[in-house]
């Protein structure tokens, strides 16, 4: 028997960061949108556990031993299932690594998915979701999907409605970014002087109405990410990518997460694919895909 899931990417349209934690982490007010970017988790009967990884970031930049975050999901279900890790795991990736797309937090979240069904653990899904909080800050909100606002360090997820589907573009520019980097630039950043310390959060509120309502023109205009001055500050041609989706006819761009994502967001469905096709002719993106959410988090096709 085998079985496969999948889940999907994440876009923060705001990502407010507080100061640092004692615990070393920053309180985060986010909101998550999942878009139709995908990667695969496929799971089958092992003897231990045994993981190879094909697509983005295969053979470089993706570990395939415990390091792996479906690695550590599947030593994380069996010890609370109180079964053996034994399964045989193969990821396809579709978002790229290291990203500011949550893509090894996708994967965690397919992995829980797919293992508890291979050994028919059938853990609850409130079990699913501390167990992935355990893993990492975004893997709840990769099994949860859709559109949420996050707290504490991003894991404690309440759902937020929206009206419609909302039309983007992803630029991948250049290498990937190491989130500790880019939070660890925002506290020198800070200490600085150089930007607000974070003790006033953004408020949620003007991209809950307009995910609520819309107009696109609202959501771009209420769009922001904390995180987006200290990536810019480690990739200064990140500038010029967003500039190059602005001029591209995005009604509003930010970077993903820690980036170096920028996501583009597009009037319509059919501005998406018109303004794809003109960031790819450009030269700025080493990837450039159209994607549009909220879709559904982490669940099993087969
Ligand atoms: P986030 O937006 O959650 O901060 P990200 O999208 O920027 O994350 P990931 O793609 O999750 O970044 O990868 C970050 C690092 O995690 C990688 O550089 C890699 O070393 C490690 N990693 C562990 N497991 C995976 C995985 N399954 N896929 C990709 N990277 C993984």
Redesign the pocket.
């Known amino acids: 028997m085998t079985v496969v899931a999948r889940a999907p990417a ?1 876009i923060n349209v705001l990502l407010a960061v507080g100061p640092l934690r004692s615990d070393g982490f920053h309180e985060l007010r986010t909101v998550y949108l999942a878009v139709g970017l995908h990667d695969t988790v496929t799971a089958g009967p092992g003897e231990g556990l045994a993981l190879t ?1 094909s697509g983005e ?1 295969a053979g470089g ?3 395939v031993d415990g ?4 690695w550590r999901a599947a030593e994380l279900l069996a010890a609370h299932a109180g079964v053996r890790a034994d399964a045989t795991l193969h ?1 396809d ?1 579709s ?11 996708a ?2 979240a397919a992995a829980l998915v797919a293992l508890d069904a291979l050994w028919g653990t059938r853990a609850a899904r409130s079990d699913l979701l501390e167990l992935a909080a355990r893993l ?3 893997v709840p909100f990769s099994l949860l999907g859709g559109v949420a606002l996050g707290t504490g360090r991003g894991e404690q997820l309440a759902p937020v409605l929206t009206d419609r589907t909302w039309h983007w573009v992803l630029g991948i520019a250049g290498e ?4 500790p980097a880019v939070y660890a630039e925002l506290d020198r950043l800070r200490a600085a002087g150089r930007v607000p310390d974070g003790t006033q959060l953004l408020p949620a509120e003007p991209v809950l109405a307009a995910l609520r309502s819309g107009p696109p023109s609202a959501l771009a205009a209420a769009l922001g990410n904390d995180l987006q001055a200290p990536a810019l500050g480690l990739r200064p041609e990140l500038r010029r990518a967003l500039r190059a989706a602005t001029d591209a006819g995005a009604v509003g761009a930010l970077v993903s ?2 980036g170096p994502t920028v996501a583009a967001l597009a009037e319509d469905e059919r501005s998406a694919v018109t303004l794809a096709a003109t960031l790819a002719g450009e030269g700025v993106f080493r990837t450039v895909r159209a994607a549009s959410g909220p879709v559904p988090g982490a669940r099993l096709i087969s």
Not at 67 to 70: D, F, I, Q
Request: net charge neutral; hydrophobic share 40%.
């Open positions: 994440k990884v970031g930049e993706v570990p390091r792996n975050l479906v990821v990736k978002i790229p690594a290291a990203a500011g797309l949550a893509g090894g937090s994967d965690a990492g800050s975004d990937g970014l190491s989130t997460g820690s």
